[in-house]
């Protein structure tokens, strides 16, 4: 009886260690997409690009995407009205 019950202890706790264990997210590199949709590495392309990563974003202290895009080069933001209004988002070279 006592190793039927440590038998059957030893399942109980067995999928709690397990679960514990996760695997790391993998870390995948920037790629940029085209307007043609293709995938090109960041480091092959040959225009002005801007990566904006998770630490950016919780180094600025961003709680909306607006204020993370005003910082980046040729990207206007323009708010009409307070947070949770419209906004639009003019891009150089697109007008």
């Known amino acids: 009886m006592k190793v039927h019950l440590l038998f059957l202890g030893f399942f109980l706790f067995l999928p709690v260690s397990v679960r514990g264990a996760q695997a790391p997210e993998p870390t995948l590199p ?3 997409v085209t307007s043609t949709r293709t995938e090109t590495p960041l480091q092959e392309v040959t225009t002005s690009a ?3 990563d998770a630490k950016d974003i919780e180094d600025q202290q961003a709680k909306m995407v ?3 895009l005003r910082r980046v080069p040729g990207v206007d933001v323009v ?3 307070s947070n949770g209004t419209s ?3 003019f891009i150089r070279g697109s007008d």
């Open 79 to 81: 708010q009409s009205g």
């Open 66 to 68: 607006l204020e993370t």
């Open 30 to 32: 920037p790629v940029f």
């Open 87 to 89: 906004a639009t988002i």
């Open 50 to 52: 801007s990566v904006i």
